[in-house]
């Protein structure tokens, strides 16, 4: 059975908050007390601090950590390595590179097999945007541009950092119109969208205030309904040993 996916709207921001609950929420989604836990830094290629930022908040009280760098490979069966991982958190950065590498070294398809196995699988910003069909990206520059071509674990499209970059919305708003992108989420830094399979569960977040929306085009016109969010509990006392 597949596994789960929970994407939220920010990535190295949401990294560096080391006690937010979501942290505790994907790690939970597995069901094991000791979950070995793999981040993917390759969005800003294989980024030093960003991988130490991931073992301050990922730690060995809590999981087993991991980090698979690309750029300077040392993992020779990449299938058994990503393979053996409960839950895959992928880095936030630049999503058409990251995605033509993981292409080039045949890591999509490894992804996929593990999801389908029952792998969580994780991230934020360029970490949620790749397991939909496509969103919105500035992989390019600015202006943001739309990135149709992500792995489609999920049918649907997204717009990241959807309450912190408002210049993102005309152009997602815009591929939606025109067809360029199918129906989908638009979700807040602080919010996360969780599917198990490709059904979606629900909406969750660290803010008070977090929003996440389900927009689409219906006789031309942009149709936004506004998801319920559940507020998780702080992670003041994080998983026991």
Known sequence: MAGHIVATGAGRALMERRTDPHHEFVLRLTGKERPRVLFLPTA???DPTY????????TADRCEPFHLRLF???????????????????????????LDVWRRQGLDAILREAWEDGAVLTGGSAGA??????GTTDSFGLPYQVLADG???LEGSLCPHYDGQDSRRPVYRDALLSGALPAGYGVDDLVGLHFHGTDFVEAVSSSATGGALRIEAVGGVIAETRIPVR???????????
Do not use: H, K, Q
């Not at 991988?51 to 990922?58: C, G, L």
């Open 231 to 241: 507020l998780l509990p702080p992670d003041a006392n994080p998983r026991p040993a």
């Open 151 to 153: 792995l489609g674990l």
């Open 44 to 46: 800003t290629g294989d």
């Open 72 to 98: 300077n490979r040392t993992i020779s069966d990449l299938r058994a390595f990503v393979r053996s991982m409960d839950v895959i958190t992928v880095g936030g950065g630049n999503t058409a590179n990251m």
């Open 129 to 134: 945007l790749c397991w939909f069909r496509g």
């Open 51 to 58: 991988i130490v930022s991931f073992y301050e908040t990922y």
